[in-house]
Structures are given as structure tokens and as C-alpha cells.
């Protein structure tokens, strides 16, 4: 698969991008430090677009509301390669460097995907690559991976502004992937691939309940009895949930964890309009369907039990992530280049969710994983600590790959081997065959 010419180009993009090690360091720390969260990310997006408009890449910006977008077109027809970084941080308000006012945090190293995306765009551009390259090489910011604000992103979509809530299924709705025919991105992690470069074998997947309970406002005190206490609903309705987890199989990684947004208006009234949310996980799409049909029975034995209203919404998520395995080879093997073969491991199946899983049912992807980070995902200690295991190595893991897809012939066994889940339009179709609302009112029953 590796040919002399392409060994020799390896090297050149290689150096090009120890070369800008520096700035691209100064980047990922600039955006850690200026967090935003999803389809919030003007300012990240602007970095991007000025690193592209430096290295004189045509782009679109404004994709999926702060997407951006830049092309390297290759010396011959080809195929189009995808390499993806995420714009949006968390909201993890207690983290040393979140946003004083909206919580945002980096706290799942999204600025270090935003640095490796570039350093591939530069290392192709300052070593010439494009000139030996049968394909283009999309380099793509993504918006809204992380789930998050999920009232926020419904009332975008209310407003006609998305259609779905996570940023690469509203591009693939718009189409911005009808151009690509391979896609991959490399996550940071903490502790499964420290000092190292991973392949999970997959991602659980999800669906998105935002739940309403209903009740009758009250005096707390004096005519508690002339209420209906939509708080209690919920309560009973969250251990109802709880009553199901036994009836989980193991090797289907369900995971389910509501939240409460809204628990009532003031003390001395009876809770009359209480809020929850909720995702509902699992690792294939049969197992997510089940787990949500138990749900939804225990949110409506809530309100039964109470007499309350329940209105339930369910809203498309993310579909389990199934890594390409031929593409994924491709990509082991320059791995083991870089970082040596004891440092590359199988990481297993993980139990978080991407909207990378989407893309991955629709065309060949990868989304393997990257050391280089410390402290809790998700937690208010997570950082990045070592920027070449974090940034540097991965960049050059992907750049190599793409060389092999489109200078050394790889891409043709890749998409020879391939076999997408979905076509778009059949995906689309599951995606919106998930998004309804249930309203059941136990007071009439």
C-alpha cells in the first residue's frame, strides 16, 4: 500500500507540521481558553476560517450556523477525504477556564481536535501534497457535537434555523457531506490511551427526552390537598425508571440519566410545571428502541400514579458509532509509525455518544482516540497536558492516512470493502420517525 513516492511525501507533510508545532499549540490553548458552546461558536469559527484564509484554502464558513469549510483539490479525480474537528466546548461551570457567564469548558479537548484538523491542513499545504494527490481533502469545523442546551437548540429548530440538534447530522441534512466519500477525526482521551493512539470498536448511540409533568398549583400550605404535584410525578417517574435498570442487558450498555431542569416556580406552591431531560443510550439502534419504550412507560406511571399530564418528547440524538474497519487499518498502520506499535490499542466499546456515529452510518469513517489529556472527561480537571501526544501525533497519524487514501491508491480497497448502514435519504427518514411527542394524562384514566 506504502510506495516510495508516498513514504517521501509522508515525511515532507510530517515536518510541515512540526514545523508549525508552535502555532498550532498557541491555537488549541487560545480556543481552551475562550470556550463556546454549540452552534454558539462564532469566535472559534473565526480562527478557523482566518488559519484557512492564511494558507490560502478556499472555504465556507456558516455551515450548520458556524460551520466552516475548506477544500484542498488534488492534481486528479478522486475521491474526497474528510478531515474533521469540533468547534464547541461543554458547559462545566466549575472548571478553571469556563466562560464566567454561559459555564462553557473545554473540557473534552475539542480545542486540541481544531488544532490537529489545521496542523493536516498545513502540513499538506507547505509541503506542496497537493500536486501527488488523486482526490480532494475537505478540512471541516464542525459545530454542536456535545448535547447539551437541548431547550436552546428545539427553539433554533422551532425557529426554522436546524432541524436537528447535533451540528454533523444538521450538515448531513444540508448536504455538506454529499461531497465526501471518507471522513475521520481523532478524539483526545484520558486514561484508556495515555501516551498512545486507540480504535474503540464502538460508541453506544442515543436518543433526546425533554419531559414535561403537568400538575395543578396549589397552596403549598394551606390547600396542599386542592393541588396536583407535578414535582412528585416526576420523582415517582425517575424511580420507576430505576425499577427497569434490571431489566438492561449487560452487553447492550444502556445507560439512562435524567436530569431535572425545573422542579416548580416558588417554595409555598405546589409544584404545577416541573421539567426534566433526559438521553437514553445504547450500543446499537435496537437496544436505544427497547430502552425507550421503558422509559416512556415509567414517565407515564408517574403522572398516573399523581394524576398529572405528561407530555414527552423525543428528539433524534446520535447513532451508535461503527468505526470503518478497512479505513481503520489504513490508519492503525500509520500510527504504529508514529507513536510505535505497543503504543497503539484496541480501546474496546465506550459508552459516551458522538454525532460522529451518524456520519459513520452514511459513509467509510473513523473516530479513533489520542492521548495527551488529563483529568476527568466532562469534569472540571480536564486538560490538555501533553500537546504532542494530544495534537501533533494524531495530526500526523491522519495526514499520512489520507496520503495512503489518495496518493497511494488506499481509498479504492476502503471503498471497495465498504458497506454504509444507511443511503442519506434512509437516513434521514429513521432520524425524523424518531422525533415525536407523547402526552398521556394520568388524571383521566
Known sequence: METENTRTLKAAVCAAIDRRADELIRIADDIYRHPELGFKEFRTAGIVSDFFERL??????????????????????????????????????????????????????????????????????????????????????????????????????????????????????????????????????????????????????????????????????????????????????????????????????????????????????????????????????????????????????????????????????????RNDATLGQVFLENARTVVGADNVKSVGHRTGSTDMGDVTHVIPSIHPYAGGAAGMGHGADYRIEDPVLAILNPAKAMAMTVLDLLAGGASQHVLAEAKPRFSKDEYLTLQRQINQTLVFDGASV
Open 56 to 321: 490560502g484554502l478556499p472555504h465556507r464558513d456558516g455551515l450548520a450556523i458556524t460551520g466552516v469549510k475548506a477544500r484542498l483539490q488534488g492534481a486528479t479525480a478522486g475521491p474526497s477525504v474528510a478531515v474533521l474537528g469540533e468547534l464547541d466546548s461543554l458547559a462545566v461551570g466549575d472548571h478553571p477556564f469556563a466562560d464566567p457567564v454561559t459555564g462553557a469548558a473545554h473540557a473534552c479537548g475539542h480545542n486540541a481536535q481544531i488544532a490537529m484538523m489545521l496542523g493536516v491542513a498545513a502540513g499538506f499545504v507547505d509541503a506542496g501534497a497537493a500536486a501527488q494527490l488523486a482526490g480532494d481533502v475537505v478540512f471541516f469545523a464542525v459545530p454542536a457535537e456535545e448535547y447539551v442546551e437541548v431547550e436552546y437548540r428545539a427553539e433554533l429548530a422551532k425557529q426554522g434555523k436546524i432541524e436537528f440538534l447535533g451540528g454533523k447530522p444538521e450538515l448531513i441534512r444540508l448536504g455538506e457531506f454529499d461531497d465526501v466519500q471518507l471522513a475521520m477525526m481523532t478524539h483526545s482521551s484520558t486514561g484508556t490511551v495515555d501516551g498512545a493512539i486507540g480504535m474503540a470498536e464502538s460508541n453506544n448511540g442515543c436518543v433526546v427526552k425533554l419531559i414535561r409533568y403537568t400538575g395543578k398549583a396549589a397552596h403549598a400550605g394551606g390547600s396542599p390537598h386542592r393541588g396536583v404535584n407535578a414535582l412528585n410525578a416526576a420523582m415517582l417517574a425517575l424511580q420507576a425508571i430505576h425499577a427497569q435498570r434490571e431489566t438492561f442487558r449487560d452487553q447492550d450498555t444502556i445507560r439512562v440519566h435524567p436530569i431535572i431542569t425545573k422542579g416548580g416556580e416558588i417554595v409555598n406552591v405546589v409544584p404545577a410545571d416541573v421539567r426534566m431531560e433526559t438521553f437514553v443510550r445504547g450500543r446499537t439502534v435496537e437496544a436505544i428502541q427497547d430502552a425507550n419504550v421503558k422509559v416512556d412507560r415509567a414517565l407515564k406511571a408517574g403522572a398516573l400514579a399523581i394524576g398529572a399530564q405528561v407530555s414527552i418528547q423525543t428528539i433524534p440524538g446520535y447513532l451508535p458509532l
